[in-house]
């Protein structure tokens, strides 16, 4: 009996060489069962808490969240079960350099606190288009940017989370992928749907607990398996499948330099001026002008316990190191057969897929390792890490569709409209990613987070030119970006293009791939592409007239402090029509118990919203663009970003 789902061949445990450990057991399960149960109750204590009929308080938690739980959601939207998945498998073959993409984190999370957010709350704004949209007027980069976001979504972070949660699901349970799979999505769907961004930033921030203390938890069976860290270097460069067949030792051997994060500029897998600077842009990308990330840093309070949640994320992120890379090498010590296997056929037989088993190293860590009980908690942590990227993304492109796209059809929709619009298009997001999974299954199945990281290099640098430039340079406009978009765009699709058409190859059977278009490191290209995209940019705005002062008041780092009314290039495509001409007090027929149920569910309750006066809305938006810090507190946030800065350097530097 055998099947074969996702590229992972699931096959009866009598036919298969480990026994396939299911959950039968009374301990796992009503670990996954009691979890569960905490998770909704929470989604439902915020969802009852939190305001959520209105579209701030949906999508922005009504501006009300300390720094805690945004460090905590933060490092939870980030940290999906592809990082368990992908970066324990990079790791095991390849070593701990993939360590260097979350370190490299702890700079970025305090650019974005200090440099970033600043203006976009400044700017008032909910969305990352919405931005742009202030700062260059016109229609043509927001609509493109928002579409490109979406787009980003279901390739890299939707479909590879489901990947991952799958192979968890594979290992522990053998269900059917495809059943896991929706059956996921559904609990997933429920709370975003239901809860808006309060709900899901106090589940985020449960599940980050669990799942720290969970992969510690993991972290110390594995480390007493192999008896100690220096044991363990040792031992991982040992760690060779005993079938090798007639392959070059350089395919199944660890490298030499697998202890090393900096790694040769030619040579190196993860070469470090690539490490250094291509990932860098990568992750401004990422953490500074993402709508996941950005959501829940303009969700403050105020400006203080913005950048003491970034300082809390960055400390958090010094954990896969530990918690993700070693336990990924341990892996391989510990089955050398199974997830260093090398002969196709052999991989083939383990795990379905013929480039390799790396991505199996933490999911059978947990299957194989961890105690009954215990074991029911780690699958539920990454179940959880799953559903916690899921909602997030799913909370995110819905404002994104709803604040973006569906306010250019429908100008005059009522808050109520936007609302079930969001809902609506969050289902229809789903039905895209379950129709894209087998299109993962076929991509760099070698691994996972390889495929992650290199599509993010071919697509978003230009983007991370734009935000760039627009915050540090006033002398950029709409011309300009829409430009360097575009060409940027261009350049990035035909390496995208090419590399799929000739797919990546592996040590064993590498692609016939040209080299002067695939022979350059994705890394370098991410640095070639964001140069590229900075002088167009930069020329063709010199080349038109410039933006006029009075339009940018607050919306770029030189002007950041004007007082000035500023005078929108564009108005909002979206106006609150509470108080349009149809103010007829007509009597309201009392809802039905069922209607009443599905809206008190969704947040859509019927009592209409207070009326504020002029004065109010206006003090309202004040306290919303306000970003002045009680002097106490913005001293210390600034010494622990030091101290942070500090200590970024130095792990670099210990495993350089």
């Given at each position: 009996?055998?099947?074969?789902?996702?590229?992972?061949?699931?096959?009866?445990?009598?036919?298969?060489?480990?026994?396939?450990?299911?959950?039968?057991?009374?301990?796992?399960?009503?670990?996954?069962?009691?979890?569960?149960?905490?998770?909704?109750?929470?989604?439902?204590?915020?969802?009852?808490?939190?305001?959520?009929?209105?579209?701030?308080?949906?999508?922005?938690?009504?501006?009300?969240?300390?720094?805690?739980?945004?460090?905590?959601?933060?490092?939870?939207?980030?940290i999906g079960s592809g990082h368990f998945v992908g970066i324990a498998g990079t790791a095991a073959a390849e070593g701990i350099a993939i360590g260097g993409f979350e370190w490299n984190a702890l700079i970025v999370v305090v650019i974005l606190g200090w440099l970033f957010v600043p203006i976009y709350i400044k700017a008032g704004v909910v969305t990352m288009p919405e931005y742009l949209k202030k700062r260059f007027g016109g229609q043509r980069i927001r609509v493109y940017l928002s579409?490109?976001?979406?787009?980003?979504?279901?390739?890299?972070?939707?479909?590879?989370?489901?990947?991952?949660?799958?192979?968890?699901?594979?290992?522990?349970?053998?269900?059917?992928?495809?059943?896991?799979?929706?059956?996921?999505?559904?609990?997933?769907?429920?709370?975003?749907?239901?809860?808006?961004?309060?709900?899901?930033?106090?589940?985020?921030?449960?599940?980050?607990?669990?799942?720290?203390?969970?992969?510690?938890?993991?972290?110390?069976?594995?480390?007493?398996?192999?008896?100690?860290?220096?044991?363990?270097?040792?031992?991982?460069?040992?760690?060779?499948?005993?079938?090798?067949?007639?392959?070059?030792?350089?395919?199944?051997?660890?490298?030499?330099?697998?202890?090393?994060?900096?790694?040769?500029?030619?040579?190196?897998?993860?070469?470090?001026?690539?490490?250094?600077?291509?990932?860098?842009?990568?992750?401004?990308?990422?953490?500074?002008?993402?709508?996941?990330?950005?959501?829940?840093?303009?969700?403050?309070?105020?400006?203080?316990?913005?950048?003491?949640?970034?300082?809390?994320?960055?400390?958090?992120?010094?954990?896969?190191?530990?918690?993700?890379?070693?336990?990924?090498?341990?892996?391989?010590?510990?089955?050398?057969?199974?997830?260093?296997?090398?002969?196709?056929?052999?991989?083939?037989?383990?795990?379905?897929?013929?480039?390799?088993?790396?991505?199996?190293?933490?999911?059978?860590?947990?299957?194989?390792?961890?105690?009954?009980?215990?074991?029911?908690?780690?699958?539920?942590?990454?179940?959880?890490?799953?559903?916690?990227?899921?909602?997030?993304?799913?909370?995110?492109?819905?404002?994104?569709?709803?604040?973006?796209?569906?306010?250019?059809?429908?100008?005059?929709?009522?808050?109520?409209?936007?609302?079930?619009?969001?809902?609506?298009?969050?289902?229809?997001?789903?039905?895209?990613?379950?129709?894209?999974?087998?299109?993962?299954?076929?991509?760099?199945?070698?691994?996972?987070?390889?495929?992650?990281?290199?599509?993010?290099?071919?697509?978003?640098?230009?983007?991370?030119?734009?935000?760039?430039?627009?915050?540090?340079?006033?002398?950029?406009?709409?011309?300009?970006?829409?430009?360097?978009?575009?060409?940027?765009?261009?350049?990035?699709?035909?390496?995208?293009?090419?590399?799929?058409?000739?797919?990546?190859?592996?040590?064993?059977?590498?692609?016939?791939?040209?080299?002067?278009?695939?022979?350059?490191?994705?890394?370098?290209?991410?640095?070639?592409?964001?140069?590229?995209?900075?002088?167009?940019?930069?020329?063709?705005?010199?080349?038109?007239?410039?933006?006029?002062?009075?339009?940018?008041?607050?919306?770029?780092?030189?002007?950041?402090?004007?007082?000035?009314?500023?005078?929108?290039?564009?108005?909002?495509?979206?106006?609150?029509?509470?108080?349009?001409?149809?103010?007829?007090?007509?009597?309201?027929?009392?809802?039905?118990?069922?209607?009443?149920?599905?809206?008190?569910?969704?947040?859509?309750?019927?009592?209409?919203?207070?009326?504020?006066?002029?004065?109010?809305?206006?003090?309202?938006?004040?306290?919303?663009?306000?970003?002045?810090?009680?002097?106490?507190?913005?001293?210390?946030?600034?010494?622990?970003?030091?101290?942070?800065?500090?200590?970024?350097?130095?792990?670099?530097?210990?495993?350089?």
């Amino acid at each position: 009996m055998s099947g074969d789902y996702f590229g992972f061949s699931f096959i009866r445990s009598d036919a298969r060489n480990t026994p396939n450990v299911v959950l039968n057991n009374a301990a796992d399960i009503s670990v996954i069962v009691i979890y569960f149960l905490v998770v909704l109750g929470v989604g439902i204590w915020a969802m009852v808490r939190t305001n959520r009929s209105t579209v701030g308080g949906f999508f922005l938690a009504g501006r009300s969240m300390v720094w805690w739980p945004i460090g905590a959601s933060l490092f939870a939207s980030n940290i999906g079960s592809g990082h368990f998945v992908g970066i324990a498998g990079t790791a095991a073959a390849e070593g701990i350099a993939i360590g260097g993409f979350e370190w490299n984190a702890l700079i970025v999370v305090v650019i974005l606190g200090w440099l970033f957010v600043p203006i976009y709350i400044k700017a008032g704004v909910v969305t990352m288009p919405e931005y742009l949209k202030k700062r260059f007027g016109g229609q043509r980069i927001r609509v493109y940017l928002s579409v490109l976001s979406l787009f980003l979504y279901v390739f890299t972070k939707i479909s590879a989370d489901m990947f991952s949660g799958a192979i968890f699901i594979n290992q522990a349970l053998g269900l059917n992928i495809y059943l896991a799979v929706i059956m996921l999505l559904m609990i997933t769907a429920l709370y975003t749907v239901t809860g808006g961004l309060a709900a899901v930033i106090y589940t985020d921030t449960l599940q980050t607990i669990i799942m720290v203390v969970g992969s510690f938890i993991l972290m110390g069976f594995a480390f007493h398996e192999v008896g100690g860290y220096n044991n363990f270097q040792d031992l991982y460069m040992q760690a060779v499948p005993n079938i090798t067949g007639n392959i070059s030792a350089d395919c199944y051997q660890p490298r030499p330099d697998s202890f090393h994060i900096f790694r040769d500029a030619i040579t190196g897998d993860l070469p470090w001026p690539g490490l250094v600077f291509g990932l860098t842009i990568q992750a401004t990308w990422y953490w500074c002008t993402d709508q996941v990330i950005v959501q829940r840093c303009l969700s403050a309070k105020n400006l203080s316990h913005v950048k003491a949640g970034c300082i809390l994320c960055g400390y958090l992120k010094l954990l896969p190191m530990f918690l993700m890379v070693f336990p990924g090498m341990i892996s391989r010590i510990l089955y050398p057969n199974v997830v260093a296997c090398v002969e196709p056929e052999e991989c083939l037989k383990y795990c379905g897929a013929s480039v390799g088993c790396t991505n199996i190293a933490y999911p059978k860590l947990v299957v194989d390792l961890m105690p009954n009980g215990l074991r029911g908690l780690m699958l539920s942590v990454m179940l959880a890490s799953l559903m916690s990227s899921l909602t997030s993304i799913f909370n995110s492109a819905s404002t994104l569709f709803t604040m973006d796209i569906y306010t250019k059809v429908r100008r005059s929709a009522s808050e109520r409209e936007l609302m079930i619009a969001g809902r609506v298009f969050i289902v229809a997001l789903i039905g895209v990613s379950i129709a894209w999974i087998p299109v993962v299954q076929s991509a760099q199945s070698g691994q996972l987070f390889d495929y992650i990281q290199s599509i993010t290099s071919y697509l978003t640098p230009p983007i991370a030119a734009v935000f760039m430039l627009a915050i540090f340079c006033k002398r950029v406009n709409e011309s300009g970006a829409f430009f360097g978009l575009m060409i940027g765009l261009l350049i990035g699709l035909s390496r995208m293009i090419t590399e799929f058409a000739y797919g990546t190859g592996s040590c064993v059977s590498p692609s016939n791939c040209p080299t002067i278009i695939c022979g350059v490191h994705y890394l370098y290209f991410s640095i070639i592409l964001f140069v590229i995209s900075c002088i167009i940019i930069l020329g063709v705005s010199l080349m038109t007239k410039p933006i006029p002062d009075k339009h940018l008041y607050r919306l770029c780092w030189s002007l950041r402090n004007c007082t000035e009314e500023r005078v929108d290039l564009e108005q909002d495509d979206w106006i609150d029509n509470q108080d349009s001409n149809m103010e007829i007090d007509e009597p309201e027929e009392e809802p039905g118990l069922c209607k009443k149920a599905v809206m008190c569910f969704c947040g859509l309750e019927q009592q209409k919203a207070v009326k504020m006066t002029p004065e109010e809305e206006e003090e309202l938006q004040r306290k919303l663009t306000d970003t002045s810090e009680v002097p106490l507190w913005r001293n210390v946030v600034n010494a622990n970003a030091i101290i942070l800065l500090c200590v970024a350097v130095f792990c670099h530097g210990f495993f350089a």
